[in-house]
């Protein structure tokens, strides 16, 4: 039997101002997959830029976060949901469907996921209301509706990032507090982002630290 992940999705702005929540929730919902950590988030710069770090260099890093910030939504929101099973991280991102909404909207593969059926592509704004326009390009950005971690060390990280360890049911918990788990890169992601200037990483996804080293104790004494 393959391993079960603790994965992170993000019902992004647009999902919540457009009230599908509840439609991408039944989407997501598989028996193999149960809820570990929900809660809604009121977004700010630091997270968001400590969510989409490895983004830092690309043209739609800064539309990105300000999509993520809800500032094209009037909604400072996001929905931040952990699941848990066989398999979360590649079902989920399976019910999302592709990265781009019109990729998705034509792969027959993808016809029903939650990318191709609330998706879109829109121009990016300028305050003044004109078109973005960089280099002579108009810019586009993907209003993709939900996020969900692409693999196992980002996943730890980035459930790490929004979710407290507390805020996690116990016996999913341990999943990303484990001896062995991926948490020395988790480390040293955080260490070059903090460098970087954002401090978040060390009031975040080091709290985790403290419950990783008891989980370590425990096994420890089992023996
Ligand atoms: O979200 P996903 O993992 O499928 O895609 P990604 O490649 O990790 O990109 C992160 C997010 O950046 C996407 O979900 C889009 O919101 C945005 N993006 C974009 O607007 N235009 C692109 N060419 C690539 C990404
Ligand atoms: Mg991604």
Request: proline share 5%; hydrophobic share 35%.
């Amino acid at each position: 039997m393959s391993e079960k992940d603790l994965t992170l999705v993000l019902i992004k702005p647009d999902g919540l101002t457009h009230s599908l929540t509840g439609d991408i929730l039944t989407q997501l919902s598989a028996p193999s997959m149960e809820i570990a950590g929900a809660k809604v988030v009121s977004v700010d710069r630091d997270l968001a830029e400590a969510h989409y770090w490895e983004h830092k260099e690309k043209p739609y890093f800064e539309t990105t976060i300000r999509y993520l910030l809800g500032e094209y939504h009037s909604n400072h929101r996001v929905m931040a949901l952990a699941y848990y099973g066989e398999d979360a991280i590649a079902t989920i991102r399976k019910k999302m469907g592709p990265t781009n909404p019109l990729v998705a909207k034509h792969d027959p593969a993808a016809l029903t996921s939650i990318r191709a059926k609330y998706g879109s592509i829109e121009p990016v704004k300028n305050d003044d209301g004109s078109d973005m326009i960089i280099n002579g390009s108009t810019v586009f950005l993907f209003f993709n509706l939900v996020h969900g971690s692409d693999g196992p060390q980002t996943a730890e990280y980035e459930v790490k990032l929004w979710f407290q360890p507390e805020d996690i049911a116990e016996a999913k918990r341990v999943q990303v507090a484990k001896p062995g788990s991926r948490f020395e890169t988790v480390e040293r992601i955080v260490r070059e982002f903090d460098q970087a200037g954002n401090q978040l990483g060390e009031k975040t996804v080091l709290a985790w630290k403290k419950p990783a080293e008891q989980v370590r104790e425990e096994m420890k004494n089992k023996g």
